[in-house]
């Protein structure tokens, strides 16, 4: 989609409503991007918050949701060596679920992104993709987001499709799931998302 389309596509799921911005104030915020061609139009944080922004998701006619026990999601930050465009609106580019990297823990994933010249995603860049791409969501084929961490936690965010059990309850179930898992486990459903590069701005001449 051109970077209008993906603007659009936030308008009508509600971002200004979320934001407290104008539809015309949130147009402003990507007056300096390129309309780069597989380039996904990612929300930062400052402008709204991964618990914000989670029940935008659908599925299946059903909103996203956080985990009950992951009240502490907007207090994790990007890793050392992510850096985040301080843009409210910028875009991530290639983004790929890493599917080949499934059943692999976070701490081995994330070496091995790095070694392929990518960078992982955070929890805003992984939510985002899925505001414009809520496809991407597949059973067995979802993703983590390791660029999210919490000093001295060894929790990772994930992105997968609630099964409806447990905390989650039966009304969740198909819906988009923003959870988390252990840096040291591997899950055969989850991949790791990465990206090519972040942009906030044209390139100049």
């Not at 971002?15 to 991007?33: H, S, Y």
């Not at 930050?77 to 910028?90: A, H, K, R, W």
């Not at 499934?102 to 860049?125: Q, V």
């Amino acid at each position: 989609m051109t970077l209008i389309q993906q603007l659009n596509r936030l308008l009508e799921i509600g971002l200004a409503d979320v934001t407290g911005r104008t539809p015309a104030e949130l147009t402003a915020c990507t007056a300096d991007l390129p309309d780069t061609p597989g380039g996904v139009l990612v929300v930062h944080p400052a402008l709204a918050t991964a618990h914000q922004l989670a029940p935008l998701l659908s599925r299946s006619g059903k909103p996203g949701f956080v985990v009950e026990d992951m009240t502490d999601l907007d207090q994790f930050q990007p890793i050392t060596g992510v850096d985040v465009p301080q843009n409210p609106l910028y875009l991530i580019t290639e983004p790929d679920r890493g599917d080949d990297m499934r059943n692999w823990s976070p701490d081995e994933a994330l070496p091995a992104i790095r070694d392929r010249g990518r960078t992982p995603l955070t929890i805003h860049e992984g939510i985002s993709w899925l505001l414009q791409n809520p496809t991407i969501l597949e059973p067995n084929h979802c993703f983590m987001t390791i660029a999210s961490r919490k000093p001295s936690d060894a929790r990772t965010p994930a992105l997968w499709i609630s099964g409806g059990t447990g905390r989650d309850g039966k009304e969740n179930r198909g819906a988009p799931k923003v959870g988390w898992c252990w840096a040291g486990n591997r899950h055969t459903w989850l991949g790791f998302a990465s990206t090519t590069q972040r942009i906030d701005h044209r390139p100049q001449g």
